[in-house]
């Protein structure tokens, strides 16, 4: 067992400044649900931890209908859950945050450490692609922001350099008469990793679709914007033909792998299975608005 030592600081510099003397022997941590497991399996060996959550710029919550909202990257889920207006605006991201492990995972959890572990199976970052969300990060260079579809770089592996924080994630105001959405595939109820996860958000003006992004999840070495499926559904009638169209070229984008949770055959179908749920699920609430 080697030495580990656990510092709180309460500012973003104060954290950075620690961060950056450390380079990669130290690491921030926010719920802990991800790296403590791997700190115990070995697979990651800090000797030191930097606890953001005392951090008041990572745990807000912050919803503007002009600029949109300001997410703390350290904010946990089940806050996320809980908030009425992200239920109202974003309830893609809502069912996102909600479906992450338990209701005790999501109380330690955050959205801002599921992105930054850089899983290709994270269930919020689809979610934040369709949103079009931009991660802000800040370190010892300044501060600089990333699109979350390039913010992982490989499984396991993101766009933040030793000394970086992420700080909050920039989500645009919904525009009237969109909704997001986000459905994904396990082989049991609760509790497990997404085989394959779909983020879609779309705004509609009567018939017509006028913006849509779709994300995904688990089909590739990291999580995908898919651009040709979402840039088909823009300017057309919203209709079975346009979805169905933008359903291949999300299979087509895919480019998933065979492992104990599915193979890739069986992925690329639930592509087009989840592709075409999530935007009936999106256009049904985007009607609503
Ligand atoms: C029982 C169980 C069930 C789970 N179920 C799911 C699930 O259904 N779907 C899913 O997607 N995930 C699931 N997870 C994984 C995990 O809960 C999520 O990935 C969670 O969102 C991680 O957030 P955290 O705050 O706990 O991150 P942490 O474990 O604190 O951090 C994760 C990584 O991000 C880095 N990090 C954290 N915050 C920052 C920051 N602000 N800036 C820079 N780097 C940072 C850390 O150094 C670490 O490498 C599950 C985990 C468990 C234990």
Redesign the pocket.
């Known amino acids: 067992m080697h030495e580990i030592h656990y510092e709180a600081p309460t500012s973003l510099e104060q954290a950075v400044g620690i961060l950056a003397k450390h380079g990669d022997s130290a690491?921030?941590?926010?719920?802990?649900?991800?790296?403590?497991?791997q700190m115990r399996a070995g697979v990651?060996r800090p000797h030191y931890v930097v606890d953001?959550k005392h951090i008041a710029a990572?745990t807000g919550i912050a919803f503007d209908p002009k600029s949109g909202l300001r997410l703390g990257?350290?904010a946990p889920?089940i806050e996320i859950f809980e908030n009425a207006t992200l239920r109202r605006h974003y309830p893609g991201l809502v069912e996102a945050a909600h479906?992450?492990?338990?209701l005790q995972?999501q109380s330690?959890?955050?959205?801002?450490?599921?992105l930054?572990?850089g899983?290709p199976?994270?269930?919020?970052t689809p979610a934040l692609i369709a949103l079009g969300a931009v991660a802000r990060l800040v370190g010892p260079k300044g501060e600089r922001q990333v699109k979350v579809e390039e913010f992982v770089v490989s499984p396991g592996r993101t766009v933040?350099q030793p000394g970086?924080?992420?700080?909050e994630l920039l989500i645009p105001p919904p525009p009237p008469h969109s909704a997001d959405a986000y459905i994904r595939f396990i082989p049991r109820n609760e509790?497990?990793?997404?085989v394959v996860g779909i983020g879609a958000a779309i705004t509609l003006e009567g018939d017509r679709c006028t913006a849509a992004r779709i994300g995904m999840g688990a089909v590739a070495p990291t999580p995908l914007f898919a651009a040709k499926a979402s840039q088909a559904l823009v300017g057309k009638k919203f209709d079975a033909v346009a979805i169905e169209n933008a359903a291949q070229l999300a299979i087509e984008q895919a480019s998933p792998i065979d492992d104990m949770r599915g193979t890739a055959e069986f992925r690329r179908h639930l592509v087009g299975v989840l592709t075409r749920r999530t935007l009936e699920r999106a256009a049904e609430r985007a009607r609503r608005n």
């Open positions: 690491r921030p941590i926010c719920g802990g649900t991800d790296l403590l497991i990651r953001v990572l990257a350290a889920c479906l992450i492990g338990s995972i330690r959890a955050s959205v801002g450490g599921n930054c572990n899983s199976a994270a269930d919020t933040i970086e924080l992420l700080v509790m497990d990793i997404a």
